[in-house]
């Protein structure tokens, strides 16, 4: 399986997520994960940590079948006429 680098940002209450940057070698890939709570409803940043190693553990298997792949650059602009 393909290592894995992840970095977590800022927990968003209204959203209840965090965005996750997963690193793989030269592919970068972005997206939130649900955050977890505890018995009292509130942020659990340890499970949450779980949570994203657990995603990143399916994201490491996309990135090594190719599913998940950095996007084409984008087109130069061409000059206008």
Excluded: W
């Amino acid at each position: 399986m393909t290592d894995i680098e992840t970095s977590i940002g800022q927990f968003d209450a209204d959203a209840r997520n965090v965005p996750v940057i997963f690193t793989s070698g030269t592919v970068v890939h972005r997206r939130d994960v649900n955050a977890c709570f505890d018995s009292e409803g509130r942020y659990d940043i340890a499970a949450t940590a779980a949570r994203v190693a657990d995603v990143a553990r399916g994201v490491a298997i996309k990135i090594s079948l190719g599913v998940i792949v950095n996007p084409p650059p984008a087109p130069e602009p061409q000059p206008e006429i």
